[in-house]
């Protein structure tokens, strides 16, 4: 959908390791291990370092919403050619740090698609951020997700 609004822009859609088809399809063995969010990062790294591309913008979505925070971690270290922070990073649908199993605090579970329709509901003008996380924990979503929205995570 991106794409198709913005046909100007350029876009480059990887499969981060254990994470797609691209190698098995194209008969090549997955990436060594360990697998982890900074190896993922490490991996995209490399290759927009070997196209020579230099993005204005990075998305991922859930885990990848992990990785391009990696990247942007990363940008210009370990001993390759130098990439320039990008302009913009947007992570959609993950929550920076630890993802517990079970969902938000006291068992709570935070559902996106309920999270979208609460903020889209939201009565505006608030007279602050108090306001909405008391809006958000009211209708049962774990206090860490109120205050990430609260704060501005939830719309990078």
Same mark, same amino acid.
Request: charged share 20%; glycine share 14%.
């Given at each position: 959908m991106i794409v198709e609004g913005f046909p100007a822009w350029q876009v480059?859609?990887?499969d981060l390791r254990c994470h797609g088809?691209?190698?098995?399809a194209a008969g090549g063995a997955p990436a060594p291990g360990p !697998?982890?969010?900074?190896?993922?990062?490490?991996?995209?790294?490399?290759?927009?370092?070997?196209r020579r591309v230099f993005p204005h913008m990075l998305i991922? !979505?859930?885990f990848g919403g992990k990785v391009v925070m990696s990247m942007a971690r990363?940008?210009?270290?370990?001993?390759?050619?130098?990439?320039?922070?990008?302009?913009?990073?947007?992570?959609?649908?993950?929550?920076?740090?630890?993802?517990?199993?079970?969902?938000?605090?006291?068992?709570?579970?935070?559902?996106p698609g309920e999270l979208i329709a609460a903020l889209q509901r939201l009565p505006l003008p608030?007279?602050?951020?108090?306001?909405?996380?008391?809006?958000?924990?009211?209708?049962g979503f774990s206090?860490?997700?109120a205050r990430c929205h609260a704060a501005g995570g939830g719309r990078s």
């Open positions: 480059l859609l990887v088809e691209s190698a098995a !697998h982890s969010v900074d190896a993922a990062a490490r991996d995209i790294l490399e290759l927009l370092r070997a991922g !979505h859930s990363q940008f210009g270290g370990g001993g390759g050619a130098r990439l320039p922070r990008p302009v913009q990073v947007w992570v959609l649908d993950a929550l920076p740090g630890e993802v517990r199993a079970g969902g938000g605090v006291d068992g709570a579970a935070d559902r608030l007279a602050g951020r108090a306001d909405l996380i008391d809006y958000m924990t009211a209708r206090l860490p997700v």
